[in-house]
């Protein structure tokens, strides 16, 4: 019967009774202080951690995607001189001239949201 009271009341049979509840000692505080401060730096160099990833990913997406503006600049679309009367030679002119016309429109939006992702992510003293 003592235990659906104290159930009921959410105290402990203890309290019921009026015997004596001991405080939490402030060692055991201290100590839960300390461990808190602990997952908390942890917590704290994970995220630092997971920031210069990102900055890093970030700084090399915009290497790769000036790669290959450069490799696009250089090549010149040498598909356009190719003869076209050949059924395979025309597919391929015609995929090679559909993925760099794609990169052409998309890459720059790419580039421009990496490099604010770069200048959001960057170190802050």
């Not at 461990?35 to 990913?57: C, D, M, P, S, T």
């Not at 700084?59 to 450069?70: H, M, R, S």
């Not at 250089?74 to 356009?80: P, Q, R």
Request: with cysteine; charged share 20%.
């Amino acid at each position: 019967m003592l235990i659906s009271i104290s159930e009921a009341l959410d105290t402990s049979v203890g309290a019921l009774l009026g015997e004596n509840m001991m405080e939490p000692e402030t060692d055991t505080l201290k100590a839960i202080s300390e461990k808190l401060e602990v997952i908390n730096l942890q917590l704290a160099q994970r995220k630092n951690a997971r920031r210069r990833v990102f900055h890093g990913l970030l700084i090399l997406l915009c290497a790769v995607i000036a790669v290959i503006f450069a490799a696009l600049a250089a090549l010149n679309s040498s598909y356009l001189s190719w003869d076209y009367s050949d059924p395979e030679m025309a597919v391929a002119g015609t995929i090679l001239h559909g993925l760099e016309w794609l990169f052409v429109r998309i890459a720059p939006i790419i580039f421009a949201g990496a490099a604010i992702g770069i200048f959001l992510t960057r170190r802050k003293e």
